[in-house]
């Protein structure tokens, strides 16, 4: 027998003013659980809706760590308005074609520069670490190679390109399985997959060899998998999908505390096959 509507409306309204009730709690707990580093300024602060950008920039800011001083010059193309620095409090020039669609997640660690990846507005060598993280897969494959050029050029030697995408068939495969269950709560496609499964994901082999065949022996190419495929449809579907709505809410995964919990149990979970893949690249000096 099916709810009510009523019935369902008064129910989440009811869920919705007791959240109210419990948010200086839940922001308060999130705070003493959130994750800290001693050697550089990284702050988590984690919601179910940061969660999976946290995991993102997790990795990412580990492979930072090892080349972190203070004055550290870092670039992120495709940042958006905030990137790394949602995360790492320093000082982070951002390049991005399109800063007004995250205008709400500025910080103001983050200087933002208006270019294309593929023609990079700054002198060669200018950088100790360069990022570029999920923007790939956005870029047509014709584009890839002047956008993977342009991220080694701007690198100063001994510094570190650091590339993540969304890769392989297991990521393909997994794009596909959320956007069924996207499509069974909400009748629609999900809107960033949807572009994935219509373009394809890059292939991990496939962008190594670019990178090696365009700096020849000027850098060290190795590459780490990150979120294993049942971490990442576990969060996804949480968060993004809203599948088990009601069974994550009353377990408390919907608060802040819930999750910041579940970024700190995933942030370094293993498994057989993984979403992404993270390309390193080490310039000679």
Request: proline fraction near 6%; charge should be positive.
């Amino acid at each position: 027998m099916r709810t009510p509507a009523v019935h369902t409306s008064t129910l989440h309204a009811a869920v919705a003013r007791l959240l109210a009730f419990l948010a200086p709690a839940d922001r308060w707990l999130a705070e003493r659980l959130s994750p800290s580093e001693r050697d550089l300024p990284a702050r988590y602060r984690i919601t179910p809706v940061t969660l999976d950008t946290a995991l993102r920039y997790g990795a990412v800011i580990d492979l930072v760590r090892p080349l972190y001083r203070p004055g550290i010059d870092i670039l992120e193309v495709g940042s958006g308005s905030g990137g790394v620095t949602d995360f790492l409090a320093v000082p982070v020039v951002g390049v991005d074609s399109a800063f007004e669609r995250t205008a709400d997640r500025a910080t103001a660690h983050l200087t933002p520069v208006e270019a294309q990846a593929d023609a990079l507005p700054f002198d060669d060598a200018s950088f100790d670490v360069v990022l570029s993280v999920e923007m790939l897969e956005h870029i047509p494959a014709g584009r890839r190679d002047a956008v993977l050029s342009e991220l080694f050029r701007v690198v100063r030697p001994g510094g570190r390109v650091v590339v993540t995408f969304p890769a392989d068939a297991a990521a393909a495969r997994l794009d596909r399985e959320l956007n069924d269950r996207f499509r069974r709560r909400y009748g629609t496609d999900h809107p960033w997959v949807a572009e994935h499964i219509r373009e394809g994901v890059p292939s991990t082999e496939e962008v190594v060899a670019r990178i090696r065949r365009l700096i020849g022996e000027r850098g060290a190419v190795r590459v780490r998998k990150h979120d294993p495929a049942r971490s990442w449809l576990l969060h996804q579907s949480l968060y993004s999908a809203h599948r088990w709505y009601r069974p994550a809410l009353l377990a408390g995964l919907h608060s802040r505390a819930g999750a910041t919990l579940l970024f700190r149990a995933l942030r370094h979970a293993r498994g057989a096959a993984y979403y992404r893949s993270i390309v390193v690249v080490d310039r000679r000096v």
